[in-house]
């Protein structure tokens, strides 16, 4: 079957955009930005690795921009990569569904790789349980700014006595020294929160944009939070956008945000401050329609790590 990248010269391969593989430590020296995957993290029993296989299909999803990394993003403004600029894919981090210790280590280890040859780690999953130890592996970094674009809170304490997993992200990140000021932007619908988690987040200094003051007044009164010069961990939960062009989700959810309006946020950071990671999880492929959810990911995953390069990383 024809494709839009078979047209221009795209092959077909296993990293991102056919970005060049990171294979080892030394491959990392001068990268602007390092993208790495997972299946999961620290998962619930009654779920397990359910976004298996969402850092691979997001991958399949650039596969049509891979001859096109010197043209046009007219997301951006730029182009896809700016000229010279490194950016790597590493793969995925071997993780086990029976090991979640084990897994948080490993993450945080290749995180912390990343980071300590100054590129900006970018990572793509999985569940939500995923940032949890990328945060930790960004000790020393601080302080940072959180901006969390979610259609959930995740200040769940524990779940089944879990306190590790994809409900109580936030909460965990907001125990950790080096997080200053944590922004959550796209709240909606009914999700795993009870009325003592929300004040709980209040309480610990998190502001809030929900998804309906987003589309009453836009994204400027979030942007406005993000403090000029900041170090800024984004923390993209696809459910954040709406079910409408993103279908690959467990909870579609009406009402969530738009393209522009999630892209819109990421650029308006990279416009005032300094992106120190990136990650985008709960990425489902087996709930994407003919491919959409893969499509728009991969869209706004080439538009961050250009806007990353065009930092040039750690900074």
């Given at each position: 079957?024809?494709?839009?990248?078979?047209?221009?010269?795209?092959?077909?391969?296993?990293?991102?955009?056919?970005?060049?593989?990171?294979?080892?430590?030394?491959?990392?020296?001068?990268?602007?930005?390092?993208?790495?995957?997972?299946?999961?993290?620290?998962?619930?029993?009654?779920?397990?690795?359910?976004?298996?296989?969402?850092?691979?299909?997001?991958?399949?999803?650039?596969?049509?921009?891979?001859?096109?990394?010197?043209?046009?993003?007219?997301?951006?403004?730029?182009?896809?990569?700016?000229?010279?600029?490194?950016?790597?894919?590493?793969?995925?981090?071997?993780?086990?569904?029976?090991?979640?210790?084990?897994?948080?280590?490993?993450?945080?280890?290749?995180?912390?790789?990343?980071?300590?040859?100054?590129?900006?780690?970018?990572?793509?999953?999985?569940?939500?349980?995923?940032?949890?130890?990328?945060?930790q592996a960004l000790e020393g970094q601080g302080p940072l700014t959180i901006l969390q674009i979610?259609?959930?809170?995740?200040?769940?304490?524990?779940?089944?006595?879990?306190?590790?997993g994809l409900s109580s992200t936030m909460r965990r990140a907001s125990e950790m020294a080096h997080?200053?000021?944590?922004?959550?932007?796209?709240?909606?619908?009914?999700?795993?929160?009870?009325?003592?988690?929300?004040?709980?987040?209040?309480?610990?200094?998190?502001?809030?944009?929900?998804?309906?003051?987003?589309?009453?007044?836009?994204?400027?009164?979030?942007?406005?939070?993000?403090?000029?010069?900041?170090?800024?961990?984004?923390?993209?939960?696809?459910?954040?956008?709406?079910?409408?062009?993103?279908?690959?989700?467990?909870?579609?959810?009406?009402?969530?945000?738009?393209?522009?309006?999630?892209?819109?946020?990421?650029?308006?950071?990279?416009?005032?401050?300094?992106?120190?990671?990136?990650?985008?999880?709960?990425?489902?492929?087996?709930?994407?329609?003919?491919?959409?959810?893969?499509?728009?990911?991969?869209?706004?995953?080439?538009?961050?790590?250009?806007?990353?390069?065009?930092?040039?990383?750690?900074?």
């Amino acid at each position: 079957m024809a494709t839009l990248g078979a047209m221009f010269g795209a092959e077909g391969g296993k990293t991102f955009m056919g970005l060049p593989e990171a294979l080892g430590p030394a491959d990392l020296q001068g990268a602007a930005a390092v993208i790495i995957g997972a299946d999961g993290c620290t998962p619930y029993p009654s779920v397990g690795f359910y976004c298996a296989g969402g850092a691979a299909a997001i991958r399949a999803g650039g596969a049509a921009f891979a001859a096109a990394q010197g043209n046009m993003n007219f997301d951006t403004g730029l182009t896809v990569l700016p000229e010279g600029a490194r950016v790597l894919d590493g793969g995925d981090v071997p993780v086990d569904v029976a090991d979640p210790e084990g897994n948080r280590a490993t993450l945080r280890a290749a995180v912390a790789e990343i980071v300590a040859a100054g590129a900006v780690p970018v990572l793509l999953g999985g569940d939500d349980s995923l940032p949890i130890p990328m945060l930790q592996a960004l000790e020393g970094q601080g302080p940072l700014t959180i901006l969390q674009i979610d259609a959930h809170i995740d200040w769940r304490d524990e779940v089944g006595g879990e306190r590790w997993g994809l409900s109580s992200t936030m909460r965990r990140a907001s125990e950790m020294a080096h997080v200053g000021q944590i922004i959550q932007v796209g709240s909606r619908g009914i999700g795993s929160a009870r009325p003592g988690d929300y004040v709980d987040a209040v309480e610990a200094g998190v502001q809030f944009v929900h998804a309906r003051k987003v589309a009453a007044l836009g994204v400027a009164p979030a942007l406005a939070l993000i403090p000029e010069g900041a170090r800024v961990v984004i923390c993209l939960d696809v459910d954040a956008l709406d079910p409408a062009v993103m279908p690959a989700v467990i909870g579609r959810t009406a009402g969530g945000l738009t393209y522009w309006q999630v892209f819109e946020l990421i650029a308006g950071v990279a416009a005032k401050a300094r992106i120190a990671a990136f990650d985008m999880v709960e990425f489902m492929p087996e709930r994407d329609i003919d491919g959409q959810g893969a499509l728009v990911a991969a869209q706004l995953l080439a538009g961050v790590i250009g806007l990353i390069a065009e930092q040039g990383g750690q900074g």
